[in-house]
């Protein structure tokens, strides 16, 4: 709690920040001499002005450092952090052209900002992202920028779409026990069935009586119909399966 009353201050200064600075002067009013608008403010829709060129150069700059060369002998990147450095590109952008040269939106966006990183649990490094374009997104309709975050909230949907069109599909880890009389007529059945339905797997252990597998199972696949699939590889009905889901980072 000791966190989030300090952003909250943030928030509260950056809010009240304009009105506390117009002090009424002393003596006479004067009339401020009327400013002549530029002429791409004139339109209703001139925030998109910038936002059509910015957005689609973050993404394309963002997409070059994040699919750079990769020197010999570093580890490969996984789609997570490369799908963040995307994202965060395109967040840097909308919040710029949110904040443009106010300071108290400025003051907002930190203050908003810090309570979305000490009390939201993220796991993906994405979300992260996301949520903070969402907080943008927000500002910016708080403060009547509503063309502008119609057209990143668009913008956002389909980079989003595209990226996450590029993720190798998501899987579940599990240990399959297969306890069945003699494992050696059996083994090269069921890794034919596992090949057969595009399921990756690796023979961990191997005995007269027992085959454990380390197999990644697609979320969408079922384990109760695979393990019908291999008792039916045992005519003679002596065969037992079992399943063991594996956490992650374990």
């Known amino acids: 709690m000791s966190r989030v ?7 509260v200064l950056a809010a009240s920040g304009p009105a506390l600075a117009q002090v009424p ?4 009013l004067q009339m401020p001499a009327p400013q002549e608008l ?3 403010a004139m339109h209703p829709l ?9 957005l689609p150069l973050a993404t394309l700059l963002g997409t070059t450092l994040a699919f750079r060369p990769r020197r010999r002998g570093t580890p490969p990147r996984t789609p997570a952090v490369i799908q963040t450095q995307i994202i965060l590109a395109i967040v ?6 949110v904040v443009g040269a106010s300071i108290a939106r400025a003051f907002a966006v930190v203050g908003a900002a810090s309570l979305v990183r000490y009390r939201a649990k993220i796991d993906d490094p994405k979300d992260a992202g996301v949520m903070l374009c969402s907080l943008a997104i927000g500002l910016g309709a708080g403060v009547g920028l509503y063309a502008l975050v119609t057209f990143s909230t668009a913008f956002m949907l ?3 779409w595209v990226i996450e069109s590029l993720e190798p599909k998501t899987t579940k880890t599990f240990e399959l026990h297969v306890r069945t009389k ?3 007529a059996l083994r090269s059945a069921i890794e034919n069935l596992l090949r057969r339905q595009e399921i990756r797997y690796e023979l961990r252990t ?4 027992e085959l454990s597998y380390l197999v990644d199972l697609p979320y969408d696949r079922r384990t109760d119909r695979l393990s019908n699939a291999i008792l039916r590889l045992d005519e003679s009905g002596g065969t037992s399966v079992e399943w063991e889901e594996k956490k992650k980072g374990k």
Not at 46 to 54: F, G, K, N, R, Y
Not at 206 to 209: L, T
């Open 5 to 11: 009353l300090p952003a909250l201050m943030l928030v």
């Open 25 to 28: 002067p002393e003596g006479p």
């Open 38 to 40: 530029p002429e791409h």
């Open 46 to 54: 001139h925030e998109l002005d910038s936002a059509l060129v910015a």
């Open 92 to 97: 840097g952008a909308v919040v710029m052209l």
């Open 158 to 160: 389909v980079v989003m």
């Open 182 to 184: 003699d494992s050696s």
């Open 206 to 209: 191997s005995s007269q009586d």
